[in-house]
């Protein structure tokens, strides 16, 4: 029997007794059940629109959520609900219910974008989701401008540049009379650097919205260049006319950071005054210009202004948040800590204090190694972005948090999105450039930092950054320019006189630089001056100088390895290694699995003729960290002068078969290739370690110099060799690599820079000097610049004669077999002088 045979047959016995007309209504039941159904879910759906037109999005969701009560797979429903929740900014259920939303619903183009919106707000993989979302949406509607702009977007966060601005372009074509459109292509140019195809975009946006915005941002952009400097003032001042009345403030503050950075401070005083008077009591520019008091030594008066403006207004948290700020901008950390404190108290809901305070635990954990504060910091930022998870300032704050746990690309991610919303925020362009630094995306970083000081010059913190940025890039100039503005202020930032001095150095300016260090006072010289003065006198060969100020150095960092391998070169030289070893061995027994210190112990070792404990302790420091391009190096060089080769081969060899997804021996045994000359079989084993290991700088520094030397695939050698250089700042083989790459492709002005730094990071002996320099000659004739040439020949020339003299005075007799390199260089030398030019 049937279900449908079974049913009647039911009902009849039911039905057995009851009136005629109650079983007609019990037969009825279904159909009109059906049709109410129906009607109340359209009459959910219609109240719910009604309270979203009405703007009452609490009540507009219980509607929605009756409606789906109904019919859970209802799609205007859940639509209807993800618009209320983002009304009532509860952006997580907003999220589930666009994604609920599509999936029952493909059709439905608005929710798709407001899908990728969100999509847009992750990571790599959300990203190319956005990008289907938008393909989606132009599947069925090809002219949907938004949907193009967020595929352009997502292409820019993974780095797709030309598909990005292809988008881009595409966009202001679909949507040509929209200036905000045309503003986010001028503002992707100017990224990408392409200023030339910006200029006229901003342009065009100061007539199509001739408003402040679009004045402020054509006169940010004049303003790059300092002979424009007339023209972008003309911008600013008509952006200030036509700011409305909660545009002014920020408005005089641009104009004052204009003059600020120009230093021009009696034109940026005037105008931060005018503001103050104009738009009386208000925080922000009473801020801005005590900081601008504070930055020209006016202390006493910025902080009377600071207190009475809190003072006069104890019921208000705004006062109390500048008051915060400025504190923490002077480096009080906990009276800033105790000033968001107090505007909590004021208002205990306050999301501007919430984050204040959350910001300053963060620094302090950070500052203090301290988790428990981290945590705090952290359940705060979590639980304000839980609430609106668009919120700039969250974001800020989620970045300094995801900095300080050692996710720098999940900062960048944070960062980007907080500019977003206030794309003309100081701090947050100075996070963001501390973070690409950290990632090593040092050109980006450049631009970001760069951008800050533009907007804030009395910045400090960033100009340092900067000034840091300049020199990790080789641009020596850029960076003594900007720390001598630093110092103006500064006189006693020692960190950056000690930076002055090395960009000095690596301009062969060496006199300077030390002249430089020794006006520190002695009662002021730290272990930074020290070393560097140390390092000086090393380079000019004055060993036992540069003894006596390596060990004041040492007296006052502890176990430092930088400052104990200088101390052992300089040891080395003057017969003293047992000296050397004794005080590696003792900074070693606080810190017995610290890479660097084992790798110095075995160089002693080495040192002292004991190749065996030697070799295990180089073995040992690659163990512990298989990116220490220095334990490599000297542990080939003891296989190789030992006459091992051969059984070095072998043995690694035979690990490898054993290993074979160990990164580190494959890296070893082409070096050891590499030093038979067997280019193919060594590039084979770099390449193999990268596809294990795809880290491994010091992989990517010898696979880039072989390619280099092979003239093969230089687009991929350069890449290489920079991402080496951004993992290894301080390794002066992975700058010469750099450097050598650069000249191979033709770029020989860039390789001379780069060139010139390595040479000035090799102590005087060290047995690679020789070929940078011969590296930096072959640069220079490259760059026109025969003269310099010949210098730097000749200093190769005259060190290794000082070495030969050296080796002889030891009593060494017979023919002493000359470097590799020397052939070369007294070849260029005499050649150089035939095609020096007459006068």
Not at 5 to 11: F, Q
Not at 311 to 320: I, K, L, S, T
Not at 649 to 672: D, K, N, V
């Amino acid at each position: 029997m049937t279900a449908s045979d079974r049913r009647p047959s039911s009902l009849r016995r039911l039905a057995r007794g009851l009136p005629c007309l109650l079983l007609l209504l019990l037969l009825l039941a279904g159909p009109l059940a059906c049709q109410d159904d129906a009607a109340r879910l359209a009459q959910h759906m219609e109240r719910g629109e009604q309270a979203l037109e009405a703007e009452k999005p609490n009540e507009a969701a219980i509607e929605f959520k009756n409606a789906l009560q109904i019919d859970p797979n209802h799609a205007p429903a859940h639509f209807g609900l993800a618009k209320a929740y983002l009304a009532q900014r509860d952006v997580r259920k907003a999220y589930w219910e666009l994604q609920e939303t599509v999936r029952l619903d493909g059709d439905n183009v608005e929710a798709r974008i407001g899908l990728a919106q969100f999509l847009l707000l992750g990571g790599e993989e959300e990203f190319n989701r956005a990008i289907e979302q938008a393909e989606a949406v132009l599947a069925r509607e090809p002219g949907r401008w938004q949907a193009v702009l967020i595929r352009a977007r997502a292409y820019e966060n993974l780095k797709r540049l030309d598909e990005a601005q292809e988008d881009y372009e595409k966009a202001v074509e679909l949507a040509p009379d929209n200036p905000d459109v045309l503003r986010t292509l001028a503002a992707f140019l100017t990224r990408k650097g392409d200023l030339a195809a910006a200029e006229p975009l901003f342009r065009k946006l100061v007539e199509m919205d001739p408003s402040a915005r679009s004045h402020f941002q054509l006169a940010a952009f004049l303003a790059q260049d300092r002979a424009r400097d007339a023209e972008a003032e003309e911008q600013y001042r008509k952006g200030l006319e036509l700011a409305t009345d909660e545009e002014k403030s920020a408005a005089y503050q641009r104009i004052a950071s204009f003059y600020y950075q120009r230093e021009r401070y009696d034109a940026a005083e005037k105008v931060l005054q005018e503001g103050v008077a104009a738009l009386e009591d208000d925080l922000d520019l009473i801020y801005a210009l005590a900081r601008f008091y504070h930055s020209r030594g006016a202390r006493d008066r910025a902080d009377q202004m600071i207190r009475e403006a809190a003072e006069a207004r104890p019921d208000e948290v705004g006062p109390y948040l500048i008051l915060s700020a400025y504190r923490g901008r002077n480096g009080d950390i906990q009276g800033a800590l105790e000033a968001a404190e107090q505007a909590i108290e004021v208002d205990p809901q306050s999301t501007p204090a919430r984050l204040r305070k959350a910001e300053l635990l963060i620094d302090m954990g950070v500052k203090q190694a301290a988790p428990d504060q981290l945590a705090q910091g952290r359940a705060i930022v979590d639980a304000v972005l839980a609430q609106d998870p668009r919120s700039a300032e969250g974001l800020f704050v989620r970045g300094k948090v995801e900095l300080a746990e050692g996710r720098p690309g999940d900062a960048v991610a944070s960062l980007r999105r907080a500019l977003d919303g206030r794309p003309d925020w100081a701090q947050a362009h100075f996070l963001l450039a501390s973070a690409l630094l950290v990632q090593g995306d040092r050109q980006q970083a450049r631009a970001e930092a760069l951008r800050a000081v533009e907007l804030e010059p009395e910045f400090v913190e960033a100009r340092m950054l900067l000034a840091r940025i300049y020199a990790l890039l080789g641009e020596n100039q850029q960076a003594i320019e900007e720390v001598r503005r630093i110092l103006r202020q500064r006189p006693d930032a020692l960190d950056m006189r000690v930076l002055l001095a090395q960009s000095l150095v690596h301009q062969g300016r060496i006199e300077d630089a030390r002249v430089e260090l020794e006006a520190v006072p002695l009662d002021q010289r730290n272990a930074e001056v020290y070393f560097a003065l140390g390092r000086i006198d090393m380079v000019q060969g004055k060993a036992e100088f540069a003894r006596e100020k390596l060990l004041a150095a040492l007296e006052r960092a502890p176990a430092h390895p930088e400052v104990l391998e200088s101390l052992l070169q300089v040891d080395a030289a003057l017969g003293r290694v047992d000296e050397s070893l004794e005080r590696i061995r003792k900074a070693q027994s606080d810190a017995p699995e610290n890479s660097a210190l084992v790798r110095l112990e075995g160089v002693a070792l080495l040192l002292k003729g004991d190749g065996a404990a030697g070799e295990a302790r180089l073995r040992r420091a690659i163990e512990l960290n298989p990116n220490d391009m220095g334990s490599y190096q000297a542990l080939a060089r003891y296989l190789l002068g030992s006459g091992r080769r051969q059984e070095s081969i072998a043995t690694y060899e035979q690990a490898a078969r054993s290993q074979p997804r160990s990164a580190p021996l494959r890296f070893t045994l082409g070096t050891l290739y590499e030093a038979e000359n067997r280019r193919d079989e060594a590039i084979q084993e770099y390449e193999e370690a990268l596809r294990l290991d795809p880290g491994l700088a010091v992989a990517k520094n010898n696979l880039a110099y072989l390619l280099a030397e092979e003239g093969r695939d230089l687009d991929r050698a350069l890449e290489l060799a920079q991402q080496a250089k951004a993992q290894l700042p301080d390794s002066p083989n992975a700058t010469d690599t750099l450097g050598w790459v650069l000249f191979k492709k033709g770029i020989a002005a860039a390789a001379v820079d780069y060139l010139k730094e390595a040479e000035s990071g090799f102590p005087p002996n060290h047995p690679d000097l020789g070929w940078v320099r011969l590296h930096l000659a072959q640069a220079y004739e490259a760059n026109q610049q025969p003269e310099e040439a010949r210098a730097v020949l000749q200093r190769a020339l005259e060190s290794y004669q000082v070495l030969e003299q050296a080796i002889r005075e030891r009593g060494v007799e017979g023919e002493i077999a000359p470097p590799p390199w020397l052939a070369d260089v007294q070849a260029m030398l005499d050649r150089l002088p035939a095609q020096t030019p007459a006068g």
